[in-house]
């Protein structure tokens, strides 16, 4: 019987699996070897039946995450999710199996390219920073800086939201007022008179962040201002396009499902395997 050297060894049976004829009983053993850590062989198959179910509902979570991103692939400062797997120790039969499981989402915080548009109130964040607006739930950051001027003068987000100045309040800008230029550390001007100042915000690196509306995300922790500086700033006449890279996303879903069908044709075996051991026991009865 082969036995995991860690915990968690779920992926490297995609790579061990052999074709049906082929050395059946090597595959059999990968199967059973999901769930077996040294214990005894009366649990064996009942709690490989458990892992392999386990592993596929993690996986099943990990492809929503992925199908999630991909239709999300072209949305504006859009970060992608992902999600933490590990294992969960369970005690059976005396010792220890280890369960896979899909842990905590966590969203990514990479840098999506940069798309010039030539539009006066698109404004792109360079380096770590966030805007701010202001939302039902509280302030909610976002790297889309797609902005607009309703008819009272007020700049909001593509979402509807008032955009936030760097103290915390709603930006304001008279429309009529002339063409509106924003610089590298967030100054608003029209006709060469400073008129505001976009807000740029800095998330604690430990924040918790959760998805809210379109591109933003909330925060547990307050977030503090941003002096702008080489490293991090505005770009006018830009937008952040989504950090989602479709290929590679296509690539992990065709490996999960590669997966998931080798840990149903060892589901299959096992409960095979289960009810060969039922017949053979019951035989001698």
Known sequence: MIAFSSRLEMLKLTRNWTPAGQGSRKRRDSCLALATWNRPRRTILTTALYVDAAAQMALTRRMDSLAFNLANANTTGFLSEGLKFDSVLSTTGGANVAFPNAGADYISLAHGAMRKTGNALDVAVRGDGWLSVLTPAGPAYTRDGRL???????????????????????????????????????AISQRGKTVGILGLFSLEPDARLSRHDNSSVLSDREATPVTPSSRAGLMQGFLEQSNVNPLLELTKMIEIQRTFDHISACLNMTDNAQQDAIRTLGAQT
């Open 148 to 186: 607009q001027i309703d008819a009272g003068g007020s700049v909001r987000s593509i979402a509807g939201y008032p955009v936030l100045d760097a103290g915390g309040a709603p930006l304001a800008i008279d429309a009529s007022a002339g063409e509106v230029s924003i610089a590298a550390d967030g």
